[in-house]
């Protein structure tokens, strides 16, 4: 994704207390496009003020018990959290494009701020290895209908059609998305390959991609990449299968193995070819096509340098998404997003969407009630 993208957050829900507020805004300030948790008062500054605002994004959890371990099982944290909780952030364009350590908490590309940022970066806790990015908890992803926190992100841009919703999981941003019917993949090569394409058709997609892979190393096309790769190879189709078949095994493979030295950078060249948005559509399409609602990709390349668990929701009607303001699917999505109680997902109610110039979810803080025949987690996600 270019670093052009004007990079803004939009999917981000604060429960307000009843005595002070009585809903969830989403949306820009008039006089900003920041775009962040609306509160009317003065900051968060303490730990204090940390678990208050915790306990408004989480309604119930006032009653359950609240301590810095379950802030250390987040991996999302909104731009006001104290430098004291969460320290420096770290910006791979500032580090060689070098990605984050373990546990370091960054700034993926579709987070709003950056390092010139005035208004402060909201950001995520790294969850992948640098030299052994598949060995993640969730590769395999999460099952059909999960109650799942992510982050949406405005991602209207002039380079690419965009298709269908797409969100990063984020435990801790307050959003809660069902996903439905899931796909498991864990990149964008694995996915087209358990929706039914052979590695000849998976090639043929890459020989034909003319989309950039920035904010890397490298910016350059899919094809130079693998000309790059593969430099014996002298057939690009060639070389496009044998990119796949190796993107594939080490998918299966790779988590068990810590890369170093010249076998790390060429496996995170090879594995930066997932970061490409030219077969979002078709990647999207096919899903929706065989009944799916969502797919997960666990470990993708993100623009940044890192990696993310992305999810796209494709249960919608319209799936082109020209504009958000202008998008007709949002209505669509409404049953699909929630607020709950983390300690407790059985307990959560629908959110609103209303369209606008301004993305908007509204959630009344109160009335959360049990969902009937709902089968209780194991633990929270």
Known sequence: MSLLVIILVTLVILVMKVEKFTAIFIGVSKNSVRLIPYIERDGIETMSDIEKYYYQVYPGAEDKSFSNKFMDTL?????FVPKEYIGEIYFPSQNDWKPPEIGQ??????????????????????????????????????????????????????????????TYYTKGSG?????????KSVNKIHALYLLGLDVNDIAGLIMSSSFMINNSPLELTVSDLV?????????????????VREILEFTENGGNKVLEGDELERMYLIDRVN??????????MLARSKGYQTVQFSVQANGNGGWA?????????????????????????????????????????????????????????????????CSKPDKYK
């Open 309 to 373: 668990h992305e999810i796209v929701y494709v249960g919608v009607t319209p799936l082109v998404k020209a504009r958000e303001s202008e998008w007709h699917s949002w209505s669509q999505l409404k049953p699909k997003i929630r607020i709950a109680d983390p300690h407790d997902l059985c307990y959560n109610k629908e959110c609103t969407f209303t369209p606008g110039k301004v993305s908007r979810v509204v959630c009344d803080s109160q009335g959360i009630s049990d969902i009937s025949n």
């Open 227 to 243: 000309k790059r790769i593969y430099p014996s190879i002298k057939d690009l189709k060639n070389s496009c299968i044998a990119l």
């Open 75 to 79: 991996n999302f944290f909104y731009e």
């Open 175 to 183: 959003v809660w998305i069902n996903l439905g019917k899931t796909v």
């Open 105 to 166: 908490i960054w700034y993926p590309i579709w987070f709003q701020g950056g390092p010139k940022s005035k208004c402060g970066s909201t950001s995520a806790r790294n969850l992948y290895p640098p030299n052994n990015w598949l060995n993640y908890e969730n590769k395999f992803g999460f099952q059909d209908n999960t109650l799942l926190e992510t982050l949406h992100t405005v991602d209207d841009n002039p380079y690419y059609t965009v298709f269908g919703l797409w």
């Open 275 to 284: 970061n490409s948005a030219d077969w979002d559509g078709y990647i999207t």
